[in-house]
T-cell receptor, first 112, second 111 residues
């Protein structure tokens, strides 16, 4: 019963490096989300995909890009990492209708 | 815009104590309200929800009532256990797609 799977779990990058965070869900959910979690700020939405083939900006999209590869997979890319992007990143998915969201276990990213 | 404000932590309690975490919201429409819990090293899990005024959500001994008149959704538990130590997030949703989260409240329960 995998649910939402994120890889990697931990990553350290140098400023200017790029990387892609992967997310996959096996619940046949239509909607997928990327959040970042920072101390004292809760979760902030970076991007979301309401359905396969669509993506939309959330509250804090600058410095990120996303790809909804298929119904299962939604990746988050940092083209040129900055220390301000040090955070814990969560992927989530949702079936049709109202929330709840189902979350992965997170990726802890440090940019030095 | 739509937003949630929850009480700041951290909150430290002894086992069997009463827990309240305050949450108030601002929304233009009629939101659904949620409490999520995050245990150490894990993602968020839905704890309970309420979709309309006066609804009470409950789960694992936790309760919260959707109060439209005070725009609140406070989380309560009558007797906490060490296993309730976690970060608790209040959240609201106006439409089917987006949730807005509060900042989170860290709760530590001591034996």
């Amino acid at each position: 019963n995998a649910g939402v799977t994120q890889t990697p779990k931990f990553q350290v990058l140098k400023t200017g490096q790029s990387m892609t965070l992967q997310c996959a869900q096996d619940m046949n959910h239509n909607s997928m989300y990327w959040y970042r979690q920072d101390p004292g700020m809760g979760l902030r939405l970076i991007y979301y995909s309401a359905s396969e083939g669509t993506t939309d900006k959330g509250e804090v999209p600058n410095g990120y890009n996303v790809s909804r590869l298929n119904k299962r997979e939604f990746s988050l890319r940092l083209e040129s990492a900055a220390p301000s992007q040090t955070s814990v990143y969560f992927c989530a998915s949702k079936g049709q209708g109202s929330p709840p969201l189902h979350f992965g276990n997170g990726t802890r990213l440090t940019v030095t | 815009g739509d937003s949630v404000t929850q009480m700041e932590g951290p909150v430290t309690l002894s086992e069997e104590a009463f827990l309240t975490i305050n949450c108030t919201y601002t929304a233009t429409g009629y939101p659904s309200l949620f409490w999520y819990v995050q245990y150490p090293g894990e993602g968020l899990q839905l704890l309970l929800k309420a979709t309309k005024a006066d609804d009470k959500g409950s789960n694992k001994g936790f309760e919260a009532t959707y109060r439209k008149e005070t725009t609140s959704f406070h989380l309560e538990k009558g007797s906490v256990q060490v296993s309730d130590s976690a970060v608790y997030f209040c959240a609201l949703s106006i439409n089917d797609y987006k949730l807005s989260f509060g900042a989170g409240t860290t709760v530590t329960v001591r034996a």
